[in-house]
């Protein structure tokens, strides 16, 4: 089944943090669009368990810019979106992979906020982030408040537009 596609998030130095299975909805070769399944298993391999993830989620994965996102759909309407900053992310076959970077930016009840900076601050030591990584990080979250406020590609109804895809 080729439209299985294998989501694994690492940091960095390309260790394996944690991985999922995603059904696909769209490819490009700028991004990926993908479901997740309500019910999936995500094994998390820093924290060593699996997690059983109650919810449906389209998620967005490009191979330029340097986030993800990840949209929870309940009742046919997206509850909150969960962006990751990362590296842009790679496909391999079935495989796509992203450097995570720790910082997030979160919608929860309709307002936005940016979340794990404690996080991003103690992994760029412990995995001796080089500067100018951190910076770019840094910049690329201000980027990405600036599309989510102007509604810009791929918060501009690119998501809602999968979630008749999602089985009733």
């Given at each position: 089944m080729d439209n299985l596609i294998t989501i694994q998030a690492l940091k960095y130095g390309d260790i394996l943090h944690y991985e999922w299975n995603t059904t696909l909805l769209e490819k490009t070769d700028s991004h990926i669009f993908v479901l997740g399944n309500y019910g999936r298993k995500l094994n998390h391999y820093t924290k060593q368990k699996v997690f059983t993830i109650e919810a449906w989620t389209i998620e967005y994965f490009s191979f330029h810019s340097w986030f993800t996102v990840s949209a929870d759909v309940v009742g046919g309407n997206i509850q909150q979106f969960y962006c990751n900053i990362n590296q842009p992310a790679k496909i391999e076959g079935n495989v796509v992979s992203f450097v995570d970077l720790d910082l997030d930016y979160v919608q929860r009840n309709?307002?936005?906020?940016?979340?794990?900076?404690?996080?991003?601050?103690?992994?760029?030591?412990?995995?001796?982030y080089p500067d100018t990584l951190i910076h770019?990080?840094?910049q690329e979250l201000i980027g990405l408040k600036e599309l989510v406020s102007k509604k810009s590609f791929p918060f501009d109804g690119s998501i809602e537009k999968f979630i008749d895809r999602i089985p009733r």
């Amino acid at each position: 089944m080729d439209n299985l596609i294998t989501i694994q998030a690492l940091k960095y130095g390309d260790i394996l943090h944690y991985e999922w299975n995603t059904t696909l909805l769209e490819k490009t070769d700028s991004h990926i669009f993908v479901l997740g399944n309500y019910g999936r298993k995500l094994n998390h391999y820093t924290k060593q368990k699996v997690f059983t993830i109650e919810a449906w989620t389209i998620e967005y994965f490009s191979f330029h810019s340097w986030f993800t996102v990840s949209a929870d759909v309940v009742g046919g309407n997206i509850q909150q979106f969960y962006c990751n900053i990362n590296q842009p992310a790679k496909i391999e076959g079935n495989v796509v992979s992203f450097v995570d970077l720790d910082l997030d930016y979160v919608q929860r009840n309709g307002n936005w906020k940016v979340v794990d900076e404690d996080e991003f601050e103690s992994n760029s030591i412990k995995f001796a982030y080089p500067d100018t990584l951190i910076h770019k990080a840094k910049q690329e979250l201000i980027g990405l408040k600036e599309l989510v406020s102007k509604k810009s590609f791929p918060f501009d109804g690119s998501i809602e537009k999968f979630i008749d895809r999602i089985p009733r």
